[in-house]
């Protein structure tokens, strides 16, 4: 790929913008959520690889336990300045293309994409890269904002040419989402929404409607401002070998069956013969 090819691919996200946006009283609503969430996900998923994919400044692999944990930046502008003194800082400092993945067939165990989809022109590629990375079994975990809510409507009514992040993406829904799985061959396998208050930009306005999360959560559940996927690589025609254990004791049992009153009866029997 050439200089120019990859500085106009890293160029088109916009995930610049969303980022900075992170930093406003909306933005850590949104972040706060996903936070939880991917905490609560990547903890019980396990292996040696994984990968996040965009906004490396947030450690949403922060509670998994895979020997290697990777952020990549997809834009310049996001790349860590300076010099960290973690091994996760030194790993954030990886400038990548998500359309060519520098990572080998098969070799990944987890990928996330926090809101990588929706910031790029071509999100379909994206997603069949990862599905080329994953191993047989591994996750790929999706965050975006979801069109059919408060947050939904608001993008809708905010014009392409002047809106700001987050109104600038591209929402995709989870009905599309989960054909492109079931397209690639991942299965989905569990997600939720969250944030439904409305998309107040005052802090103390998003404070007051705290309350509707619990009743957003119960009487309408798919209206929330954001939403978590994750999915599941399959591959058909492979199957787990696993120790055949209840053959195994039944042939035992089957060996060991002695009855000792019936055994001396017998050896009896045996020794008057031969005295006769």
Same mark, same amino acid.
């Given at each position: 790929?050439?200089?120019?090819?990859?500085?106009?691919?890293?160029?088109?996200?916009?995930?610049?913008?969303?980022?900075?946006?992170?930093?406003?009283?909306?933005?850590?609503?949104?972040?706060?959520?996903?936070q939880?969430?991917?905490?609560?996900?990547?903890?019980?998923?396990f292996?040696?690889?994984?990968?996040?994919?965009?906004l490396?400044?947030?450690d949403?692999?922060?509670?998994?336990?895979?020997?290697?944990?990777?952020?990549?930046?997809?834009?310049?502008?996001?790349?860590p300045?300076?010099?960290?003194?973690?091994? $996760?800082? @030194?790993?954030?400092? #990886?400038l !990548?293309?998500p +359309?060519? %993945?520098? /990572? $080998?067939n @098969?070799?990944?165990? #987890?990928? !996330?994409?926090? +809101?990588? %989809?929706? /910031?790029?022109?071509?999100?379909?590629?994206?997603?069949?890269?990862v599905?080329?990375?994953?191993?047989?079994?591994?996750?790929?975990?999706?965050?975006?904002?979801?069109?059919?809510?408060?947050?939904?409507?608001?993008?809708?009514?905010?014009?392409?040419?002047?809106?700001?992040?987050?109104?600038?993406?591209?929402?995709?829904?989870?009905?599309?989402?989960?054909?492109?799985?079931?397209?690639?061959?991942?299965e989905?396998?569990?997600?939720?929404?969250?944030?439904?208050?409305?998309?107040?930009?005052?802090?103390?306005?998003?404070?007051?409607?705290?309350?509707i999360?619990?009743?957003?959560?119960?009487?309408?559940?798919y209206g929330?401002?954001?939403?978590?996927?994750?999915?599941?690589?399959?591959?058909?025609?492979?199957?787990?070998?696993?120790?055949?254990?209840?053959?195994?004791?039944?042939r035992?049992?089957?060996?060991?069956?002695?009855?000792?009153?019936?055994?001396?009866?017998?050896?009896?029997?045996m020794?008057?013969?031969?005295?006769?």
């Open positions: 790929m050439t200089g120019n090819r990859f500085d106009e691919v890293v160029a088109d996200s916009g995930f610049g913008a969303f980022n900075a946006w992170l930093d406003t009283p909306q933005g850590q609503y949104v972040l706060n959520w996903e939880a969430r991917y905490d609560h996900l990547v903890a019980d998923i292996g040696f690889n994984a990968v996040q994919l965009g490396p400044q947030h949403f692999l922060r509670t998994n336990r895979m020997p290697f944990r990777l952020r990549c930046a997809t834009e310049q502008a996001l790349l300045a300076g010099v960290g003194g973690s091994e $996760a800082d @030194a790993g954030a400092r #990886l !990548i293309d +359309h060519f %993945l520098p /990572f $080998a @098969a070799s990944i165990d #987890l990928v !996330i994409l926090p +809101h990588l %989809l929706e /910031f790029h022109a071509s999100p379909h590629p994206i997603l069949r890269e599905e080329r990375v994953l191993v047989p079994e591994g996750s790929v975990i999706v965050t975006g904002f979801n069109p059919f809510s408060l947050w939904g409507l608001r993008h809708r009514c905010t014009a392409a040419a002047t809106a700001r992040a987050p109104w600038h993406g591209r929402y995709l829904s989870v009905l599309r989402l989960r054909d492109w799985f079931t397209l690639l061959g991942l989905s396998h569990q997600g939720g929404f969250g944030c439904y208050a409305p998309p107040f930009s005052q802090q103390n306005r998003l404070e007051r409607w705290r309350f999360e619990l009743a957003g959560n119960r009487w309408w559940p929330g401002a954001l939403y978590i996927m994750q999915a599941i690589k399959r591959v058909h025609g492979m199957r787990l070998i696993q120790p055949k254990w209840h053959e195994r004791m039944a035992a049992k089957a060996v060991a069956t002695v009855k000792p009153a019936r055994t001396r009866a017998r050896m009896k029997n020794t008057n013969k031969e005295e006769a």
